[in-house]
Antibody, heavy 122, light 111 residues
């Protein structure tokens, strides 16, 4: 069974840092690009970042560029999101998602984790 | 606001047909990027409902269908059921942003 399990969320003060992890299982991890998607309380989905299967590319939403870093360890089937200089507006549930598709223009998220909650507050 | 525009809410009675629109621009849907739809039931993670404009993953009822034309796309749900009450999101790729974008989401209420 294909599974994604996020961890690492919690309460952090503004300006602080947090590292999210996503453990993947049930598929050949290094064959697929991966993404982070977040959802602020009562709001819609926001794509945050994506990384290629071999880390050949990394993309970020403008709202997190320069503050967040996506990475992966294919030997451990793990995806990460290092979040620095956190702001109140980063408060959200963060989902790890597996991407499927042949080209960027057709990529979609076919498997999602249950999410981990990040709260940025003093 | 979101790059892709959806109506905030739609509603329909059981058995009826509803549609949800997703309007983009020449840098995403109009540029040929595919449109995908997700269903998010209350308190759960999103799951893909329609991919590549009009394809259903196995297990998704054929009551759900998608279409795309020009800079817009639509999700249609026929034979509305109480269990369809959820939030629905469209998603595509934007070449100007070099990233993936979601619509603001549409809350479907089954009356």
């Amino acid at each position: 069974e294909v599974q994604l399990l996020e961890s690492g969320g919690g309460l952090v003060q503004p300006g602080g840092s947090l590292r999210l992890s996503c453990a993947a299982s049930g598929f050949t991890f290094n064959n697929f690009a991966m993404s982070w998607v977040r959802q602020a309380p009562g709001k819609g989905l926001e794509w945050v970042s994506a990384v290629g299967g071999s880390s050949e590319y990394k993309f970020y939403a403008e709202s997190v560029k320069g503050r967040f870093t996506i990475s992966r360890d294919n030997s451990k089937n793990m995806l990460y999101l290092q979040m620095n200089s956190l702001r109140a507006e980063d408060t959200a549930v963060y989902y790890c998602a597996k991407k499927k598709g042949a080209i960027f223009q057709s990529y979609y998220m076919d498997v999602w984790g249950k999410g981990t909650t990040v709260t940025v507050s003093s | 606001q979101s790059v892709l525009t959806q109506p905030p809410s739609v509603s329909g009675a059981p058995g009826q047909r509803v549609t949800i629109s997703c309007t983009g621009s020449s840098s995403n849907i109009g540029a040929g990027s595919d449109v995908h739809w997700y269903q998010q039931l209350p308190g759960t993670a999103p799951q893909v409902l329609i991919y590549d404009n009009n394809n259903r993953p196995s297990g998704v009822p054929d009551r759900f269908s998608g279409s795309k034309s020009g800079t817009s796309a639509s999700l249609a749900i026929t034979g509305l059921q109480a269990e369809d009450e959820a939030d629905y999101y469209c998603q595509s790729y934007d070449s100007s942003l070099s990233g993936w974008v979601f619509g603001g989401g549409t809350k479907l209420t089954v009356l």
